[in-house]
């Protein structure tokens, strides 16, 4: 499956964006989900996955409460809503798909399909 992200852009502290995640071929419905991100610097850091063996989905610490992951079936996309964005959350968001086990959702190397990336900058 290959996939196309999109949604990102400059928003204000405490502003909100949804980045989207499409299968622009092949679909998702056999796939775990993931978003990571990398800021300048950084290495990549997991920030949330929908787990296709349960359904359940994970969030990192950092963004519990204000970032929501979501699957829209009948478009086949994978959403990433961003509430309450802080300037740390400046970085690239990559959407990844992949067959990771449960207790290895957040590693990124077990995902096989990465996008592009989209840039998201959070001004203070």
């Known amino acids: 499956v290959q996939l196309q992200a999109s949604g990102g852009g400059l928003v204000q502290a405490g502003g909100s964006l949804r980045l989207s995640c499409a299968a622009s071929?092949?679909?998702?419905?056999?796939?775990?989900v993931a978003w990571f991100r990398q800021a300048p610097g950084k290495e990549r850091e997991f920030v949330a996955a929908a787990a296709v063996q349960n359904m359940h989905t994970y969030y990192d610490d950092s963004v519990k409460g204000r970032f929501t992951i979501s699957r829209d079936k009948a478009k086949d996309t994978v959403n990433l809503q961003m509430n309450s964005l802080k300037p740390e959350d400046t970085a690239v968001y990559y959407c990844?798909?992949?067959?990771?086990?449960?207790?290895?959702?957040?590693?990124?190397?077990?995902?096989?399909?990465w996008g592009q990336g989209t840039l998201v900058t959070v001004s203070s």
């Open positions: 071929t092949g679909t998702f419905r056999s796939y775990s």
């Open positions: 990844a798909a992949g067959r990771p086990i449960i207790s290895a959702i957040s590693r990124s190397s077990l995902y096989t399909n």
